[in-house]
């Protein structure tokens, strides 16, 4: 199992950008590909984001695609969302996890315990 503590909510007025991290500790990060999931009240925990063990292949929902940026840094056991041109309809809490590289939050196995992210209007 790989702890994961994410960072970095908040509020910010649509248009804006926030970036999000994900401490990892336990078993190597490394090993894994990380994931950033976001889910608001009464709906399906959904796919944000994903990037591979060594950081070369990422994908992306259809939603951020072109705003949001996943990367990591493996010396650091981190992974970050860099999210920009917010929308209200980004707002939700967001996740990030450890485990494959696709986007079925069911491959992942170590999940953080969210952060909320609130877009104005």
């Given amino acids: ?68 940026t996943i990367s990591r840094d493996n010396a650091k056991n981190t992974v970050y969302l860099q999210m920009n041109s917010l929308k209200p309809e980004d707002t939700a809490v967001y996740y990030c996890a450890a485990g494959s590289f696709t986007v079925a939050a069911d491959s992942f196995g170590s999940w953080g315990q969210g952060t909320q992210v609130t877009v104005s209007s």
Wanted: charged letters at 15%; aromatic letters at 12%; proline letters at 3%.
């Fill in 1 to 68: 199992q790989v702890h994961l503590v994410e960072s970095g909510g908040g509020l910010v007025q649509a248009g804006g950008s926030l970036r999000l991290s994900c401490a990892a500790s336990g078993r190597p990060f490394s090993s894994y590909a990380a994931g950033w999931f976001r889910q608001t009240p009464g709906k399906e925990r959904e796919f944000v984001a994903v990037i591979n063990w060594s950081g070369t292949s990422t994908s992306y929902a259809d939603s951020v695609k072109g705003r949001f």
